[in-house]
């Protein structure tokens, strides 16, 4: 595989290496911690894997990490699970958050931008007085530090707001966004029981306003442990009776107050898609999150106060989580609420021009529609602001690597990275010192031992392996939620290699040192004991101008074969004739192998997705294979649940 792309895309030049702040700390650790000054980025690598205590220790002090009680050493326990870090610390989260009002207080810290596209700044000052005020009013309600804070709100600054407010009291904030429906954000908050509500009447999206009063009503009744419900008149109504206004709970002119909670003290509870059953609530800490994210924001993605940091995000995914924990680097902060295309597919790029961003992060299946729709990013837009554009969501595709090189600039840092809500992290991806290589990320994060393990538990390099970690990272899981024994915590992770991260994603590793991700190995193409990642079969075939998107499954057969369809969403006027249907088979074979070729190629109304805008393979495999549909998939996870009925008529044709 090291072959494939023998010249890189991208180089930076000398002196944005230098300026690197990967490269500052990388000399100021060599003289205070022993670690290599030369051999650059890799050596660096090397030394965060192998002196792992020191390398945090390290990241605590380059980063002025505020311990209120000390700690007694960095990592109590490394066995995972229930690494334990920090032991005796206390600090918050919050706190750290703020840090930059006492210096830049009248700067922005947070722009938002809705689907009119005008910027609106919240200063630093501001931000930090409404949140003083509000953790004031949540102390007042009675909320304690373990108290579980939930929002259903959009990407607005309120939300910021009030996961910091959340934050500085000790509370655990859990967030959905507003179009999930009622039952997806029941399936996630009954589980946590909250005793607040932060809800807005409605939003806005592709040119529509949504009301969700009924829902918010719904809600109410079906959270039986909600203490106080708090109004946001996105849309202008009236506050409900019985409910608090957001105006008058943030009026205050108050010093935030900042509880000092313990290093592990839960900060929020993310929660997996949930696509066959109630989705994990994963609670990650406070410490773990603060320090995972600076060093993943001000090292990996280099951003600093000068920066301005824009995410396409909504409150229900991690990366809003992610994006709002840019301020601990003193970075601005781009909200965007709204339709990622709208008035028209290059939205984005006409908010990163009018915001100034620096780092643009968006996901790959928008720069591949950007590249299907024929949008010229620098031909209408300036955009000389822009140093990076990351994505993730579901690997970059080569195509999209090129496009983005030909339509952005050729100067650009492009940064596909990959992680997890599960850590709330990259496992890989944007290094700035780095040369950037044509459908590859750049290489593995500090302090994260990644390697790709064949199915007896080697390490394999230039061959496709299973994503696994072997050391703890800071914002793994401190456990779920209701998992009493941690057994579903384990299973979750450590029960194919025990006492190894297994992620579920094919990888490879290349002797340059760089990662390809495949695609999930849960849903994996195995023919003929070969295994294939879906993502390889995607991106040859979305590469075909008919071709909106598709969808590949395995499935093994009771006779002891094997079939493997391609479901194929065509774009409007294109029709599934005899002609694409060779096309689309001769792509396959000449791009990736003739085993990738599919035994059927089927014509479909639409693919599946998560709420967060994931394909769903597994569901899919489980219906075609003759799980009920009840039973193969939560249909509150699903964002077109019609869909599913196709495959499930397919199936029972089939039988």
């Not at 029981?193 to 932060?198: A, G, K, W």
Request: include cysteine; proline fraction near 8%; glycine fraction near 8%.
């Amino acid at each position: 595989m090291s072959t494939v792309n023998p010249e890189p895309l991208w180089r930076p030049d000398p002196q944005r290496i230098a300026d690197a702040q990967v490269t500052r700390f990388q000399t100021w650790a060599a003289e205070r911690h022993g670690a290599p000054s030369d051999g650059g980025y890799p050596a660096l690598h090397r030394w965060s894997v192998s002196e792992l205590e020191t390398f945090w220790t390290a990241v605590t002090e380059w980063f002025d990490v505020r311990f209120s009680t000390p700690y007694a050493r960095v990592l109590g326990d490394r066995a995972m699970p229930g690494a334990q870090w920090f032991p005796g610390a206390t600090l918050n989260y919050a706190e750290h958050a703020l840090r930059a009002a006492t210096t830049r207080a009248d700067e922005p810290a947070l722009l938002y931008v809705d689907e009119t596209h005008e910027p609106r700044p919240v200063t630093w000052s501001d931000l930090r007085r409404q949140v003083g005020s509000l953790a004031a009013e949540l102390r007042r309600l009675g909320v304690r530090p373990g108290d579980r804070v939930s929002a259903y709100l959009p990407n607005i600054p309120q939300a910021v707001v009030a996961l910091l407010a959340t934050a500085a009291v000790g509370g655990v904030w859990t967030s959905c966004a507003p179009d999930f429906g009622a039952r997806s954000v029941l399936d996630r908050f009954q589980q946590v029981e909250p005793v607040v509500l932060f809800t807005v009447d409605g939003y806005r999206y592709g040119g529509k306003e949504h009301d969700r009063r009924d829902v918010v009503a719904e809600l109410r009744s079906e959270l039986p442990t909600l203490r106080a419900v708090v109004h946001i008149p996105l849309l202008g109504t009236e506050t409900p009776e019985g409910a608090l206004d957001w105006s008058d709970l943030t009026a205050a002119d108050q010093e935030p107050a900042f509880e000092q909670v313990p290093f592990d003290h839960p900060l929020w509870v993310l929660y997996s898609s949930g696509t066959t059953g109630l989705p994990k609530a994963i609670v990650q800490s406070q410490g773990g999150i603060l320090l995972e994210h600076l060093k993943q924001l001000g090292l990996h993605c280099d951003l600093g106060p000068e920066d301005r940091f824009f995410w396409y995000t909504s409150t229900g995914w991690m990366m809003w989580n992610f994006l709002v924990s840019g301020l601990l680097t003193g970075t601005t902060l781009v909200l965007y609420d709204g339709s990622p295309g709208y008035p028209d597919t290059a939205a984005q790029w006409r908010i990163a021009e009018r915001t100034g961003a620096t780092l643009y992060g968006t996901s790959a299946a928008y720069v591949m529609a950007c590249r299907k729709a024929d949008v010229h990013p620098a031909r209408d837009f300036d955009l000389s602001t822009v140093r990076c554009v990351a994505t993730t969501g579901s690997p970059l595709p080569p195509d999209g690597f090129r496009w983005l090189h030909d339509e952005v600039r050729e100067d650009l840092w492009i940064a596909s990275v990959s992680g997890g809500t599960d850590v709330c992290s990259c496992f890989a991806g944007a290094v700035p010192t780095l040369p950037v290589y044509t459908g590859e990320l750049q290489a593995p994060c500090l302090g994260t031992d990644l390697q790709a393990w064949d199915p007896s538990g080697r390490p394999v390099i230039d061959e496709v392996g299973e994503l696994v970690v072997t050391n703890p990272m800071p914002s793994m899981p401190v456990y779920f939620w209701n998992d009493p024994d941690g057994s579903r915590y384990h299973d979750s992770y450590f029960d194919t290699y025990p006492g190894a991260w297994r992620h579920g994603d094919w990888i490879t590793l290349t002797s340059r040192g760089s990662v390809v991700i495949h695609g999930r190995s849960d849903s994996t193409l195995n023919r003929q004991g070969v295994r294939m990642g879906s993502a390889d079969i995607y991106e040859a075939v979305e590469r075909l101008p008919e071709i909106k998107e598709s969808l590949v499954i395995g499935i093994e057969q009771p006779d002891g074969g094997y079939w493997m369809p391609l479901f194929v969403h065509l774009t409007p006027g294109a029709v599934l004739d005899q002609a694409l249907l060779d096309r689309i088979r001769q792509t396959i074979r000449e791009e990736l192998s003739p085993r990738h070729v599919p035994d059927e190629v089927i014509e479909v109304p639409g693919v599946p997705h998560t709420l967060t805008g994931k394909r769903i393979e597994v569901p899919v495999k489980r219906l075609l294979q003759g799980t009920p549909l009840e039973k193969a998939v939560n249909p509150g996870s699903i964002d077109n649940l019609d869909l599913l009925h196709f495959y499930e008529d397919l199936a029972r044709k089939r039988s």
